[in-house]
């Protein structure tokens, strides 16, 4: 497995609290919105890490959610300011796919134009965008079941985060991601 590295001093890593599905003012959404540097969110005792209700959330931060999978429902994401922003969906690679696990799926998370965040989604059991509301995925899915209506503006975002990879000193989170890949395919 490939580890990424989040030195302590620059990735600020939370376990979540409260429910595993985020709606109204649920206190992860509050802690993403005041996030003073990059975030880890370590969601993996949730079997499913699910959005819903029709609201917004800005990301002032590069945000890092960890989960044994996600269900991205009718949430609009935007950057709290002009930084393009990262935010990463990810379920650990020992997460079991028996009996449809460990997915990740979207259907009407729709992403600012105007304040525009780049995203990631990896899960080696699937990623389903189905894009019920025409909005395009803008970033990168890594995944070894990609299915639904990839509706997609593509740009790399790495699975490794900028900043990562130790060697500088201070406490070293480590999180197992991935296995090499097996193939890639570019469209352009």
Sequence with gaps: ???????????ERVTWTGGCSVGGTHAMKT???GATKPTILDATGCAEVSFEGNSTITIPRDVTI?????????????????????????VPSEQSCAAGAGKIVANNFKFSETNPLLALAYSKCGVNLGN???AYWPGTVVTKNFSGTPLMTYSPVPLMPAGAGGGSGGTV??????????SQRNLD
Aim: charged content about 10%.
């Design 132 to 134: 019920g509301s025409t």
């Design 31 to 33: 802690l993403i919105q």
């Design 173 to 182: 989170t480590e999180i197992a991601i991935s296995g090499e890949p097996v």
């Design 1 to 11: 497995a490939i580890l990424a590295a989040h030195p302590a001093p620059t990735w």
């Design 66 to 90: 960890l989960s044994q999978s996600f269900d991205l429902g009718t949430y609009n994401l935007k950057s709290a300011n002009s930084t393009v922003n990262t935010l990463r969906f990810m």
